[in-house]
């Protein structure tokens, strides 16, 4: 899905540009006063505790796979970025998206240790920008107008970096010219509660309008039709040394939607599960839990820290998750299952359609 891709890129990029130097060592900011007013995207991590517990698993576990896998996401993350990831705290994310496909205002508040004057060069050299520097609002604003990249430090131990415009308006708010966030986006952040990543958005109308304008001949399971009733999506997610726990609000608009929403999810969910090939993987889809609450579908998920350290190294391996071939042997469709959604119709061959004329031997 496209909105997928879009949230998956933002938490992506959290992790692989970052730039930074200092400016006025007097002042401490918190980096959620800082986001701009007018986003549709929030997300927060908590990156020296992610890393720390992953890690911490990897060496109670003993388990050099992990370990392994560790110690690659790190030295590719400081490889790309020019900095020592173990020097990132937490990192703010926020986005306005005008479409499913672009995010041409982005912006990354990071906070850590940020104290090597190289630093700045460090990312020229590794990410390719080449930045020109100019006085915006009291701080120091590195620029590279053709890949439309700012980095603005604020001190030693905090850097905002993203679209051009993205950094200036945060500087902005710093100086009361422009009011923070606040609203529906930032009200679904804060109800996600204190855990180590979380994301809040508004679903854009592209991505609404996406679910009611299916291509003819998808062989969709289910009907998508409640899913254009979205109106924003809350996720949070802890990593303990054990387990991965995972929730999802979505929110419908009208509240019956949600109701019928669930429904397809359960449908879809059985039917991948039902597809699999892959036992362990089938388990695993069959324990996401879908409940219902007035106008809300909520999604509950763990999977213990040995099953996600499996799924790392299948996507690595390049054998994905899930496997959903034609069906395992001897499947059959119970009797009474039903696609919500569809009717009889949508089975019906055009007038016009001929089989192939299959020669004699």
Known sequence: MKVKNVVLGCLLLAMMLVPATS???????????????????????KVNEMLRN??????????????????EMRDSFGDEIGIDVNDISSAVIFARESSTDTMEYMGIILEGNFADQDLIDNIEKETGNK??????????????????????????????????????????????????????VLDTYDDMGNVMLKLAMKIPQEAKESFADQPEGDMMPVGLDSFEDMQSLGLAANMGTQALTIKVNIEFSPADSAAKAAESLETMLDFIAMMSQDEESAELIKGIEITTGGSRVYLDYE??????????????????????????????????????GWDDDDFEFPDDFELPEIPEN
Do not use: H
């Open 23 to 45: 400016c006025n060592e007097s002042v401490t900011y918190e980096a959620l006063d800082l986001v701009p007013e007018g986003i549709n995207m929030l997300a927060g991590i």
């Open 54 to 71: 992953w890690q911490l698993y990897s060496e109670l576990e003993g388990n050099e796979n992990t370990e392994e896998q560790f110690d």
């Open 131 to 184: 930045f020109e520097t100019e006085n915006y609002g009291n701080f120091t604003l590195y620029t590279d107008a053709n890949a439309d990249a700012a980095v603005a430090p604020l001190n030693n131990m905090m850097i905002i970096m993203g679209s051009i415009q993205a950094v200036k308006d945060c500087i902005n708010v710093i100086n009361g010219e422009l009011s923070r966030v606040s609203g529906g």
């Open 303 to 340: 999977i213990s820290m040995a099953e996600l350290a499996e799924m790392a190294e299948s996507f690595q391996e390049g054998t994905g998750f899930p496997m959903i071939p034609s069906g395992p042997p001897d499947m059959e469709l119970p009797e009474d299952f039903e696609f919500p």
